[in-house]
Every structure is written in C-alpha cells, then in structure tokens.
C-alpha cells in the first residue's frame, strides 16, 4: 500500500491559527476599545476647544472694539466682532493725545532689568541648589518654595518700607529690585540645571574648569530652552506689572505703559474704543516676544516630558 498524502503536512501553531481564525469576541472588544478611545479623544479635544473660544474671545473682542468707528455697537446682543466700517483713528488718536512713545520706552526700560536680572540671578541660585552638594540644601530649596504660598499683597508693605528707607522710592530701581529673582524662577532653573547629566559637569572639572567656568561656560548655555521659557514669563510679568509701578514711581513722565493705561481710562472713560485700541498698543510687544521665543517654550516642554 502507498503512504498516505500527509507526509508534507506541517500542523500551524497556536499563534498562526488564531491569526487565521479570529474570535468574533476579540474583534468586538478592538471594536469596542477604539470606539472609546475615539470618545475620549472627541471629548479631550471638545473640552480644548472650549477653553480657548473662552480664552480667545475677550482678545477678539478687543481687537474689534479698537477698530469699530462712531457708528459700530459695542456692547450688541449678540456680539459684532466684525467691524461694520473698520478704522484705524482710534489708534491714532490715543497716539496723538498720551505720550505713548514715553510710555513704552519706559516699559522697555522696565522689561529689559525685569528679563536678564531673573535670568541670571535665578540661574546662580538655582545651579548650587541642583550640582553642588552641601548641608541643608534641600532645607534652603524648600524655604525658597514655601515663598510661593505667600501672596506678593502680604510682603508688598514691607518691601515698600524698605524701598522707601533705601531712598529708592520715585526711581526705576526702586520698581526692579523685588523682581530681580523670584523663587518660580529658581525652581524652574534648578529643575533644568538636575536634568543635565553628571558626566559632563565631570568631564569639565577634570579638565580643569572651576565651579564659576562649569556654570558659566558649561551648564548655562545648555538650559538655553528653559532660560526662554524663563523670559518669557519675566517678560511678561514685566511689561505688565502695574501696581507695584503705581506705588513706587511718583513722576507720570516715568510711568510705563500699564499706568499710561490707566491714565487712558481717565481720559477716556466713556469711549470704549479708544481704551480698546490702548490695550491693543501694550499688547503689541508681547505678541511679538511670545512669538520669537514659542520655539524655547515648547522644547522646555518636550525635554521635561522626556526623560532619559
């Protein structure tokens, strides 16, 4: 008798058969998780979409409030955020009645020591608390957080008392000296100063680079992302600081544009367009500077995300 037609036949394993025999269970519950997972995305994206209509709205109201002439509703039912007849003269009339120029220029003056004053000192504070190991440090970072649960409303008077004893009062420096280091900007920069890896710092101590060199030449130039995310929000705060400015300066030719506003407001308290295109003028500078240093944010972002 001949041998039966199975000597070339190889059993599939386990593996193979259920690829190639799938359970209708299984392809339910894929069904069923992607479905979920396709809700959950509509609903996180919804819920985003939602926080920045109510974020953008009051800017795009602004905007076009700034640029709605003598005939355009301001405050209709419902909204016009397109201009009827779009105009440029409520700017041009706010410059021509404030010194604006003065304003910004006194701003920029402001926003430059309010930018590289935190910058550096919140960077020389923070590099020891992260490279260098002494006794108590994790005491002195922690004292240095708790700060941060003190409103700036509580130690406004007493920093007032000694800006005032100092003979500081009237005088920019008077304005920038409590903002020169903040303990958010030495906790952002300590966090960026751990990340870099201990080999480095290392390396250029064994090729003789002191702690001032390794600092300086060394661990600076590498938190580069997170010193701009570190301007930014000192820019910010700069630019648009405007109580401590009104308790501190005494002189409107010193003002900075927040108090200019202010004196916008008076001048021009029952025309909404014109403190409209006002505000659009102080909002200007830091469009631009979110803009030019977006790109330091989100790689600040993406390097804490991802580790190792």
Do not use: H
């Not at 404030?98 to 309010?114: D, E, H, K, M, W």
């Not at 992260?130 to 708790?146: E, S, W």
């Not at 130039?221 to 700069?238: C, E, R």
């Amino acid at each position: 008798m001949g041998q039966p037609a199975t000597d070339n036949f190889e059993p599939k394993s386990i593996t193979q058969f259920n690829k190639d025999n799938p359970d209708p269970k299984d392809n339910k519950q894929k069904n069923t998780g992607k479905r979920k997972k396709t809700t959950r995305m509509l609903v996180s994206y919804g819920f985003l979409l939602l926080i920045t209509c109510i974020t953008i709205i009051p800017f795009l109201w602004t905007v076009s409030s700034s640029l709605k002439g003598a005939g355009d509703a301001i405050f209709s039912i419902p909204p016009k955020f397109i201009p009827g007849d779009p105009t440029f003269s409520n700017f041009v009339t706010v410059w021509n009645t404030l010194p604006i120029p003065r304003y910004l220029l006194n701003s920029a003056i402001l926003t430059v020591f309010g930018v590289v004053l935190p910058l550096f000192l919140c960077s020389l504070a923070a590099f020891p608390l992260a490279r260098i190991n002494f006794k108590g440090r994790n005491l002195v970072f922690m004292a240095i957080i708790a700060t941060m649960m003190i409103p700036n409303e509580v130690t406004m008077i007493p920093v007032y008392l000694i800006i005032n004893k100092l003979g500081l009062i009237g005088s920019y420096t008077g304005v920038i000296l409590p903002g020169a280091i903040t303990a958010f900007g030495i906790f952002l920069m300590r966090q960026a100063f751990i990340d870099i890896p201990k080999e480095i710092e290392e390396s250029a101590v064994i090729d003789g680079a002191n702690v001032w060199q390794v600092f300086w030449k060394i661990m600076f130039p590498m938190v580069k992302p997170m010193l701009g995310v570190l301007a930014i929000l000192s820019f910010i705060a700069a630019w648009n600081n405007f109580l401590w400015p009104l308790l501190v300066l005494d002189d409107p030719d010193t003002y900075p544009i927040t108090l200019g506003l202010y004196k916008l407001q008076g001048t021009f308290s029952a025309n909404t367009r014109l403190i409209a295109a006002g505000a659009m003028i102080a909002l200007i500078p830091i469009i631009f500077v979110f803009v030019s240093f977006q790109r330091y944010f989100i790689e600040a972002a993406y390097n804490s995300s991802v580790k190792g």
